[in-house]
Nanobody, 122 residues
Framework: QVQLVESGGGSVQAGGSLRLSCAVS????????MAWFRQAPGKDRDFVTY???????DYADSVKGRFTISRDNAKNTVYLQMNNLKPEDTAVYYC????????????????WGQGTQVTVSS
């Protein structure tokens, strides 16, 4: 069992940057793939990015070149650096974890954080 706590959300203007953090606690001795998803009001929870235990990454096309995922295993923390933010990035951002392999499907993830709101104004 793991617990995930996101932080770092907020309100920024278009073109600005934010860095989200996801602190992992509990059974951190296991190998997890970590991911970020986001959900805008009235929409599905969409894949943003993931990072595997071996630091392979994947990104949704809409964020490629603007967002960067990274992990600090010593701190049990995963980060999402978001640059050049756009109004369409406005959503609640969720951190998720699953054992071993990564997936772009939200249903594949067992562990979820509570979410952090990101609002980008034009």
């Amino acid at each position: 069992q793991v617990q995930l706590v996101e932080s770092g959300g907020g309100s920024v203007q278009a073109g600005g940057s934010l860095r989200l953090s996801c602190a992992v606690s509990g059974r951190t001795d296991r190998r997890y793939a970590m991911a970020w998803f986001r959900q805008a009001p009235g929409k599905d929870r969409d894949f943003v990015t993931y990072i595997t235990w071996s630091d392979s990454t994947d990104y949704a096309d809409s964020v490629k070149g603007r967002f960067t995922i990274s992990r600090d295993n010593a701190k049990n923390t995963v980060y999402l650096q978001m640059n050049n933010l756009k109004p369409e990035d406005t959503a609640v951002y969720y951190c998720a974890a699953r054992h071993y392999s990564a997936s772009i499907s939200a249903s594949a993830y067992l562990y979820w954080g509570q979410g952090t709101q990101v609002t980008v104004s034009s």
